[in-house]
Nanobody, 117 residues
């Protein structure tokens, strides 16, 4: 069992910054990678960023150079620092844990991010 809880969402202004956190608990030893996804109203969920246990990171083209994914293994927490916010970043952001012992992974409940002037 892996539980994920996202936090840090809220209202951001265009060009501003927001930082999201995802705290993992339970069988965290089974996690091989962490991902951030987002889903805007009326749209499919899309992948935003990922970080594997080895430390490599990847980003969707839409957020490259603006978003940064990082982790604190001692706290079992992954972060998403969002800079230079654009209105199109408005979405519910979800944390996803890739697990070696499950083909389904684990998902958090999501945190709402709204970017508006």
């Amino acid at each position: 069992q892996v539980q994920l809880v996202e936090s840090g969402g809220g209202l951001g202004k265009p060009g501003g910054s927001l930082g999201l956190s995802c705290a993992a608990s339970g069988s965290t030893f089974s996690i091989t990678a962490m991902r951030w996804y987002r889903q805007a109203p009326g749209k499919q969920r899309e992948w935003v960023a990922s970080i594997v246990n080895a430390g490599s990171v990847n980003y969707a083209n839409s957020v490259k150079e603006r978003f940064t994914i990082s982790r604190d293994n001692s706290k079992n927490t992954v972060y998403l620092q969002m800079n230079s916010l654009k209105p199109e970043a408005t979405a519910v952001y979800y944390c996803n844990a890739v697990r070696h012992d499950s083909p389904f992974g684990s998902w958090g409940q999501g945190t709402q991010v709204t970017v508006s002037s």
